[in-house]
């Protein structure tokens, strides 16, 4: 597969245990976010996003958190999974409702058995 | 649905050879479509973006170009590769409401 990833931080987590993965983005006037999920070898997968609007969103097994305080998004994986293991990274969007996205180099999820 | 085809998956090219790869979108009309190159440990470099047929952005200054002929196709080109050029390659698709970037499965270009 590609090479994406091979300095990235890793976080590794017990199968069944809680994974949180942060985020740290720059600006002050991103609203809106997403995590995207990224598996050895093929694209980034849309996982959930959230708008400046909101503190908090949850989907399926997954939720997302935005402090804009310190402008800080993390999210949240219940009951990891081996499946779960790939890069997540996040992206804001600088410009409102545009479509240049800044992405961060992400972290690597290691799911041990 | 809509789904999002990219193609080749893995291109292997010697230095000063042309290159074309290409990115259809099947489901959507009127997609904006982009090119972003992934390096190792780093976020994704926005390469172009298009709003609409022959409508290119271009976001860095490269050895890289891009064209849409057709609504749903984009296509990234080069007329002599560089070394530099090694990387991995994604194609992505919003529509104009919602901002979501869906991308396609990447081209791992190696230039030797």
């Known amino acids: 597969g590609e090479s994406v990833g091979l300095h990235l931080p890793t976080l590794s987590v017990q199968e069944g245990d809680n994974s949180i993965i942060n985020c740290a983005y720059s600006?002050?006037?991103?609203?809106?976010f997403i995590w995207y999920k990224q598996e050895s070898g093929k694209g980034p997968q849309f996982i959930i996003d959230?708008?400046?609007?909101?503190d908090k969103r949850q989907g399926q097994r997954v939720t997302v958190l935005l402090n804009k305080t310190v402008k800080h998004l993390s999210l949240q994986i219940a009951a990891t999974q081996p499946g779960d293991s790939a890069v997540y990274f996040c992206?804001?969007?600088?410009f409102g409702y545009g479509q240049n996205f800044v992405f961060g180099p992400g972290t690597r999820l290691s799911v041990l058995p | 649905s809509q789904t999002i085809h990219q193609w080749p998956a893995t291109l292997v090219q010697p230095v000063g050879s042309p290159l074309s790869l290409e990115c259809t979108v099947e489901?959507?009309?009127?997609?904006?479509l982009y090119w972003y190159r992934q390096a190792a440990g780093r976020g994704l470099q926005l390469l172009f973006y298009?709003?609409?047929?022959?409508?290119i952005s271009s976001e860095v200054p490269q050895n890289l170009s891009a064209s849409r002929p057709q609504d749903r196709q984009f296509i990234l080109s080069s007329k002599k590769l560089l070394l530099s050029d090694s990387g991995f390659y994604l194609c992505?698709?919003?529509?104009?409401?919602?901002?979501?970037?869906?991308f396609g499965a990447g081209t791992r270009l190696s230039v030797l």
């Open positions: 992505a698709w919003s529509n104009g409401e919602v901002n979501i970037q869906y």
């Open positions: 600006n002050s006037a991103s609203d809106y």
């Open positions: 959230i708008r400046s609007n909101m």
């Open positions: 992206a804001e969007n600088r």
């Open positions: 489901g959507t009309s009127n997609p904006n």
């Open positions: 298009s709003v609409g047929i022959g409508q």
